[in-house]
């Protein structure tokens, strides 16, 4: 079965440095979308992205961060200035073409560690 | 705002007996509602989902799930739990509009004794 894969699974970076998450979404999916996970914390939604752009982004999902399909396959994530708060598991994941029951597909994710 | 709840941060079973993990939900209009699992150190994959008809939804690896909309309610079960299925459980619900994004709930840690 397809798979949503995420690079690196683990990254510790400098506060203040600027870091890159990528995805590989599945194939033929057409939404992509990032989440993370604060150790303990329930999961949030970062941001959508839909036909080369975003389509929707939480309160969280502030300047510092970006996203990118530089390539029609790969999907990254970028923190521009890190900061410790950013610290958490980040989940890319993927969802089909059709309507809303079709569920999204979700990345073993990557752990970034803020020092 | 749609939601969701879990009301209880961890369940412990003993291996063989059923299993049950709540969730209940507030959402406008005819809910879609989605049950995620998290294996340690994995992503979230997928167990099931209702969209409408039958209020009993079979899903993977022996899970069903109960919709109930008097008691606006999506409980897990499982009729004989192993230790293999020890995780953490999330309920989910699409946001309708927009880009359907997903809101979990809190988690459900579930632990399976021998």
């Known amino acids: 079965e397809p798979e949503v894969t995420q690079t690196p699974s683990h990254q510790v970076t400098q506060m203040g440095q600027e870091v890159i998450l990528r995805c590989v979404p599945i194939?033929?999916?057409?939404?992509f979308y990032w989440y993370r996970q604060i150790l303990g914390q329930k999961v949030e939604f970062l941001v959508s992205?839909?036909?080369?752009?975003?389509?929707?982004k939480s309160e969280i999902f502030d300047d510092q961060f970006s996203v990118e399909r530089p390539d029609g396959s790969n999907f990254t994530l970028k923190i521009r200035s890190t900061k410790l708060e950013d610290s958490a598991m980040y989940f890319c994941a993927s969802r089909p073409q059709g309507a809303r029951n079709q569920p999204q597909h979700f990345g073993d994710g990557t752990r970034l560690s803020i020092l | 705002a749609q939601s969701v709840a879990q009301p209880e941060d961890q369940v412990n079973v003993a291996e063989g007996n059923p299993l049950t993990v709540k969730c209940t939900y507030s959402v406008s209009g005819n809910p879609y509602l989605f049950w995620y699992v998290q294996y340690p150190n994995r992503g979230l994959q997928f167990l099931l989902k209702y969209i409408t008809g039958d209020n009993l939804v079979k899903g993977s690896y022996g899970f069903e799930a109960e919709f109930n909309k008097s008691q606006t309610s999506f409980h897990l079960k499982k009729p004989s739990a192993l230790v293999s299925d020890s995780a953490l459980y999330f309920c989910a619900v699409p946001v309708s509009g927009g880009y359907n994004k997903l809101i979990f709930g809190a988690g459900t840690r579930l632990a399976v004794h021998p």
């Open positions: 992205f839909y036909n080369n752009e975003i389509s929707e």
């Open positions: 194939s033929n999916h057409l939404y």
